[in-house]
DNA sequence: AACAACGGGCTTTTT
DNA sequence: GCCCGTTGTT
């Protein structure tokens, strides 16, 4: 049996089409990822040479996931050679092969957005300009605008709409701004997250060979998350595919959440200009959610002006109703929803990693911590401070990358004291001033005081060059050394290794194992890399870190524990249970899309995500006064939940006070003083009360599960994994285990006495 | 040059 | 409430 069986109606159409632009409009867990996937496994099968194939995807994690996916139809063999990645990542390799054409070093550094925000923020005062009113991340809105629409700081000058608005924002200097900005970058060989996109569209126009050499090897382009997608984004994916013209591009209007990063919907209008004899497909069956989900999330997206017309219906049973949930402050939200979580999780015999919490700001995910600290539930932060973002790390990082590219200011300013040297203010704005005055780098000067004399004491001339001897030394060693080897004596003789483990602090302890992370880091990547057969340098080693975040972290395959995230890190995920919180006006609808029609549709999208997460229970949760600033404030339910259809609404424990409704206070003081660990009794001293727990039609659970009897090639249905085939059996009885290959999850193997197969054949 | 104490400003979302 | 940068002290 083909793969393609597994696939409905109108997937198998969007799969099978192979040559010509199309356009594959996905609602929410209708299987988008699943199309994608199958439609390069069925290239391959149908004879497309796997390098031929680049597939774009908007985060790591999703590009990593349809790797594995297409590993487990085609093979690693046929797998590996496709180039698919992020956007950023892809051309970031390419624009490291290609570096000097367009004037930047071959190991150029990424700026992260703290580098560029401290850039930024230098460049405001030297130029005598006040960084309260030009902020640097308003500053950086604004040219990360300019280059994700492709206007040089040139075209920015002379742009009088874009000058006219800065000069309203008071900010009528801005253009200078950018401009210094972006020759500091070029002068540092740094490149910001937008330039990856930017200068890649620059290396495309200006060198034809290197655009041809790109358009004959791309012979098929893939492009998830269109919707999200930015003008620079959509020039790059629109010129190599040119020759082509196999593109092929995924999307969602009703997901679309990223405008503020330039995303822009645009690109589907334009995808229909450039291409009028496109294929549309359209997919509109969910396979994740109850149909009650689905229907509300459909009275949602109702209220936007803005979308594409589409119907997304569902086959699955009708499930509970949406619970709304009032409580007085965010600590008591902490409470509610984890006790709510340990009494469903053992009522019904889930695992924690059914559940999620999903909020709208990383600040949000406090009272859920300490609530589940409390109550020994284990979870998981996703996003918010990244392990890369995190002092030690950032600062050993940037002797890294100092010694890959020595002109990197960022780098250099952070550590040229760090550990304590006796370098100080004084002697750092010497040297500060000399690289203006002449022009040049701050690591030209320090390298050449006889060139370029700076008016800083013998002492201190004497420590600096100290500094930088040492990190020549190990620039000698970058190409020749082993990664690790090089990182490790980078960490113990910069005394960073030292510094950290003399403070015997709890952070500090946190912070030393965190730099040994970091290590073992660079060895499991230079030791998979030798597995392919590549050397796996340093500066190698900093381009994959810079483009990784937290979210792309690997998740253990057995690692059961709560999740908590954003909504906007949640895209592409699903849970059984989903908590949305905080769900209250200024806060979501965040009080900064006020002003805009387009804004808050956006939010109400990111509402419709949020929603469209849930695949059993979704609960919305606001409270009545949060802490913001240590200060208490009040805070009203938002718009959006008086938005979806209220038949669709459990209400019972959101009625205001003034109506005489009861909130759930009472509901969680019996457990809250308890032992903690006592949770594995599912009914501590709480009051049942209906509609918290799923009863009735909805339990399907059966006492004794029956242990179905099976052959490998029966086709069984899963709970959660949906429909799937059995591949192989293992064990007898009680034990047996099978392996069941799911087209949406791929392989898993499941032990049936738990697994609650159900037989299909 | 290094460190402790203080005050202001901040929060939208992320590659 | 917390992080950052500025200020004052040694």
Same mark, same amino acid.
């Given at each position: 049996?083909?793969?393609?069986?597994?696939?409905?109606?109108?997937?198998?159409?969007?799969?099978?089409?192979?040559?010509?632009?199309?356009?594959?409009?996905?609602?929410?867990?209708?299987?988008?990822?699943?199309?994608?996937?199958?439609?390069?496994?069925?290239?391959?099968?149908?004879?497309?040479?796997?390098?031929?194939?680049?597939?774009?995807?908007?985060?790591?994690?999703?590009?990593?996931?349809?790797?594995?996916?297409?590993?487990?139809?085609?093979?690693?063999?046929?797998?590996?050679?496709?180039?698919?990645?992020?956007?950023?990542?892809?051309?970031?390799?390419?624009?490291?092969?290609?570096?000097?054409?367009?004037?930047?070093?071959?190991?150029?550094?990424?700026?992260?957005?703290?580098?560029?925000?401290?850039?930024?923020?230098?460049?405001?005062?030297?130029?005598?300009? *006040?960084? /309260?009113?030009? +902020?640097?991340?308003?500053? &950086?809105?604004?040219? $990360?605008?300019?280059?994700?629409?492709?206007? =040089?700081?040139?075209?920015?000058?002379?742009?009088?709409?874009?000058?006219?608005?800065?000069?309203?924002?008071?900010?009528?200097?801005?253009?200078?701004?950018?401009?210094?900005?972006?020759?500091?970058?070029?002068?540092?060989?740094?490149?910001?997250?937008?330039?990856?996109?930017?200068?890649?569209?620059?290396?495309?126009?200006?060198?034809?060979?290197?655009?041809?050499?790109?358009?004959?090897?791309?012979?098929?382009?893939?492009?998830?998350?269109?919707?999200?997608?930015?003008?620079?984004?959509?020039?790059?994916?629109?010129?190599?595919?040119?020759?082509?013209?196999?593109?092929?591009?995924?999307?969602?209007?009703?997901?679309?959440?990223?405008?503020?990063?330039?995303?822009?919907?645009?690109?589907?209008?334009?995808?229909?200009?450039?291409?009028? *004899?496109? /294929?549309?497909? +359209?997919?509109?069956?969910? &396979?994740?959610?109850? $149909?009650?989900?689905?229907?509300?999330?459909? =009275?949602?997206?109702?209220?936007?002006?803005?979308?594409?017309?589409?119907?997304?219906?569902?086959?699955?049973?009708?499930?509970?109703?949406?619970?709304?949930?009032?409580?007085?402050?965010?600590?008591?939200?902490?409470?509610?929803?984890?006790?709510?979580?340990?009494?469903?999780?053992?009522?019904?015999?889930?695992?924690?990693?059914?559940?999620?919490?999903?909020?709208?700001?990383?600040?949000?995910?406090?009272?859920?911590?300490?609530?589940?600290?409390?109550?020994?539930?284990?979870?998981?932060?996703?996003?918010?401070?990244?392990?890369?973002?995190?002092?030690?790390?950032?600062?050993?990082?940037?002797?890294?990358?100092?010694?890959?590219?020595?002109?990197?200011?960022?780098?250099?300013?952070?550590?040229?004291?760090?550990?304590?040297?006796?370098?100080?203010?004084?002697?750092?704005?010497?040297?500060?001033?000399?690289?203006?005055?002449?022009?040049?780098?701050?690591?030209?000067?320090?390298?050449?005081?006889?060139?370029?004399?700076?008016?800083?004491?013998?002492?201190?001339?004497?420590?600096?060059?100290?500094?930088?001897?040492?990190?020549?030394?190990?620039?000698?060693?970058?190409?020749?050394?082993?990664?690790?080897?090089?990182?490790?004596?980078?960490?113990?003789?910069?005394?960073?290794?030292?510094?950290?483990?003399?403070?015997?602090?709890?952070?500090?302890?946190?912070?030393?194992?965190?730099?040994?992370?970091?290590?073992?880091?660079?060895?499991?990547?230079?030791?998979?890399?030798?597995?392919?057969?590549?050397?796996?340098?340093?500066?190698?080693?900093?381009?994959?870190?810079?483009?990784?975040?937290?979210?792309?972290?690997?998740?253990?395959?057995?690692?059961?524990?709560?999740?908590?995230?954003?909504?906007?890190?949640?895209?592409?995920?699903?849970?059984?249970?989903?908590?949305?919180?905080?769900?209250?006006?200024?806060?979501?609808?965040?009080?900064?899309?006020?002003?805009?029609?387009?804004?808050?549709?956006?939010?109400?999208?990111?509402?419709?995500?949020?929603?469209?997460?849930?695949?059993?229970?979704?609960?919305?949760?606001?409270?009545?006064?949060?802490?913001?600033?240590?200060?208490?404030?009040?805070?009203?339910?938002?718009?959006?939940?008086?938005?979806?259809?209220?038949?669709?609404?459990?209400?019972?424990?959101?009625?205001?006070?003034?109506?005489?409704?009861?909130?759930?206070?009472?509901?969680?003081?019996?457990?809250?003083?308890?032992?903690?660990?006592?949770?594995?009794?599912?009914?501590?001293?709480?009051?049942?009360?209906?509609?918290?727990?799923?009863?009735?039609?909805?339990?399907?659970?059966?006492?004794?599960?029956?242990?179905?009897?099976?052959?490998?090639?029966?086709?069984?249905?899963?709970?959660?994994?949906?429909?799937?085939?059995?591949?192989?059996?293992?064990?007898?009885?009680?034990?047996?285990?099978?392996?069941?290959?799911?087209?949406?999850?791929?392989?898993?193997?499941?032990?049936?006495?738990?697994?609650?197969?159900?037989?299909?054949?």
């Amino acid at each position: 049996m083909s793969f393609l069986d597994e696939l409905n109606g109108s997937q198998r159409a969007a799969v099978e089409n192979i040559d010509g632009p199309m356009m594959v409009i996905a609602g929410a867990g209708s299987g988008k990822t699943r199309v994608l996937t199958y439609r390069i496994a069925n290239l391959i099968n149908k004879g497309v040479d796997p390098f031929s194939i680049l597939a774009l995807t908007f985060t790591n994690k999703a590009a990593k996931e349809m790797k594995d996916r297409i590993v487990s139809i085609v093979g690693s063999s046929e797998a590996r050679n496709i180039t698919m990645g992020t956007f950023h990542s892809v051309f970031a390799k390419i624009l490291y092969a290609n570096a000097n054409k367009i004037g930047y070093p071959s190991n150029f550094t990424i700026y992260d957005t703290q580098d560029t925000k401290s850039l930024l923020k230098t460049i405001t005062k030297e130029f005598g300009l *006040d960084d /309260k009113v030009y +902020k640097p991340g308003i500053v &950086y809105g604004r040219i $990360s605008s300019a280059k994700n629409n492709l206007i =040089s700081p040139e075209a920015y000058e002379d742009n009088a709409n874009i000058i006219s608005e800065d000069r309203l924002s008071r900010m009528p200097d801005l253009y200078k701004i950018y401009k210094e900005y972006q020759l500091r970058c070029f002068r540092a060989g740094a490149m910001d997250f937008d330039d990856l996109l930017y200068q890649t569209n620059i290396l495309l126009r200006d060198f034809p060979d290197v655009l041809h050499y790109y358009q004959h090897k791309f012979k098929y382009v893939l492009v998830d998350e269109y919707q999200d997608t930015n003008y620079s984004q959509y020039l790059i994916v629109k010129k190599l595919s040119a020759l082509y013209e196999n593109i092929c591009v995924v999307g969602d209007d009703a997901q679309s959440i990223y405008s503020f990063r330039g995303a822009n919907m645009e690109n589907i209008l334009n995808f229909r200009k450039n291409y009028p *004899d496109y /294929k549309l497909f +359209k997919l509109e069956q969910n &396979y994740r959610s109850t $149909s009650t989900i689905v229907k509300a999330a459909n =009275s949602i997206i109702l209220h936007n002006k803005d979308q594409i017309k589409k119907e997304v219906w569902t086959h699955n049973e009708e499930g509970q109703k949406i619970k709304v949930l009032r409580c007085l402050t965010d600590n008591e939200e902490g409470r509610i929803i984890s006790k709510m979580i340990a009494d469903i999780k053992e009522k019904e015999g889930l695992n924690f990693k059914d559940f999620a919490i999903l909020y709208r700001t990383n600040a949000q995910s406090r009272s859920f911590e300490e609530s589940m600290r409390k109550m020994n539930l284990p979870y998981k932060i996703y996003g918010g401070l990244s392990f890369y973002q995190r002092k030690e790390i950032k600062d050993l990082i940037a002797y890294y990358r100092l010694t890959a590219n020595h002109n990197d200011e960022e780098a250099l300013k952070r550590i040229i004291n760090y550990p304590k040297r006796g370098i100080g203010n004084t002697t750092i704005e010497a040297i500060t001033h000399a690289s203006r005055q002449y022009g040049v780098s701050l690591w030209d000067i320090i390298s050449n005081f006889d060139k370029y004399p700076v008016n800083i004491s013998g002492s201190a001339k004497n420590r600096v060059h100290q500094f930088v001897t040492k990190i020549q030394s190990y620039t000698t060693q970058l190409d020749v050394a082993p990664a690790y080897d090089l990182a490790k004596e980078i960490a113990q003789s910069s005394g960073i290794l030292k510094d950290l483990y003399d403070d015997k602090t709890p952070e500090g302890i946190t912070r030393y194992e965190n730099v040994q992370e970091l290590l073992a880091g660079v060895k499991g990547f230079s030791a998979q890399l030798e597995e392919t057969g590549e050397k796996g340098t340093l500066s190698d080693f900093l381009l994959d870190v810079a483009l990784l975040t937290d979210a792309d972290e690997v998740k253990e395959e057995d690692e059961n524990t709560v999740s908590l995230m954003t909504i906007h890190s949640s895209k592409g995920l699903e849970y059984p249970h989903v908590f949305i919180v905080g769900v209250e006006e200024n806060l979501f609808p965040s009080q900064f899309s006020l002003n805009s029609r387009t804004e808050l549709e956006e939010e109400r999208r990111l509402f419709y995500v949020a929603i469209t997460r849930a695949e059993k229970s979704c609960t919305i949760s606001y409270v009545t006064s949060r802490y913001k600033w240590g200060q208490l404030i009040s805070a009203e339910p938002s718009r959006f939940i008086g938005e979806i259809d209220p038949q669709y609404l459990d209400t019972e424990y959101a009625v205001t006070s003034t109506t005489g409704g009861r909130s759930l206070s009472g509901y969680r003081r019996p457990s809250v003083d308890r032992n903690p660990s006592s949770m594995s009794v599912s009914n501590s001293g709480v009051p049942p009360r209906r509609n918290l727990i799923p009863l009735g039609k909805n339990d399907k659970t059966k006492s004794a599960v029956e242990i179905p009897h099976l052959k490998v090639g029966y086709n069984v249905k899963h709970e959660r994994f949906g429909k799937g085939k059995v591949v192989n059996l293992v064990g007898t009885g009680g034990d047996q285990k099978a392996d069941v290959f799911f087209p949406r999850v791929g392989k898993k193997t499941l032990i049936l006495k738990f697994a609650k197969l159900e037989v299909l054949d």
